[in-house]
């Protein structure tokens, strides 16, 4: 009756595992399968983009994360990736406005002269401190600029926002407004 007992025992942990296995296996295809994008954040905030950082480098949405924190740093490096065609030249860009060397307004303006090929395909979410409306309504005059988020950023936001894959339209549903 013992040896009944442990075989059935030991069957029932075998199927759990298996479960377990498939179960794994299925959640690892699914994140395989999500479209995965390129994302810059430029911000002078050290403790954002650290957030930012742990957020996205967690998520299954993001292939390539990385973060400058000079305006013209950034710029330097898309310059690069831009020159090499490079697949890692970012989806998104998280962009600050009130930065010190350059703000992000600048910022938008010198991507769309440097860049006319990916004028259409980088996509910015501005994440400020600003509650200004005119920051806001300037910010959401650019067409490539797809979200205004006033920090803090709240918790999955912008992997809620990257992983629906928003493209061309304005997403104003962020509650800090």
């Known amino acids: 009756m013992i040896h009944v007992e442990i075989q059935i ?3 029932i942990f075998v199927m759990r595992e298996r479960c377990f296995i498939l179960k794994n296996n299925r959640i690892n295809q699914l994140r395989d399968s999500m479209k995965k994008y390129n994302v810059m954040m430029v911000d002078d905030d050290t403790f954002t983009n650290e957030l930012a950082s742990m957020v996205l480098n967690w998520s ?6 990385c973060v400058r924190e000079h305006a013209g740093l950034a710029l330097q490096d898309l310059e690069e990736l831009y020159e090499d065609n490079s697949e890692k030249f ?7 406005l009130n930065m010190p060397e350059m703000n992000g307004f600048d910022f938008i303006k ?14 910015f979410i501005i994440t400020t401190s600003s509650i200004l409306n005119k920051d806001r309504t300037e910010a959401l005059s650019f067409g490539c600029v797809v979200d205004y988020i006033v920090k803090p950023i709240p918790g999955n936001y912008i ?4 992983s629906r894959g928003l493209r061309h339209e304005k997403q104003l549903n962020n509650c800090n407004h």
């Open 159 to 162: 992997e809620n926002l990257i």
């Open 9 to 11: 025992i030991l069957q």
């Open 60 to 65: 299954a949405c993001s292939s390539h994360f």
């Open 90 to 96: 970012p989806d998104y860009i998280l962009l600050d």
């Open 110 to 123: 010198e991507f769309e002269c440097r860049f006319p090929k990916k004028k259409d395909k980088t996509h």
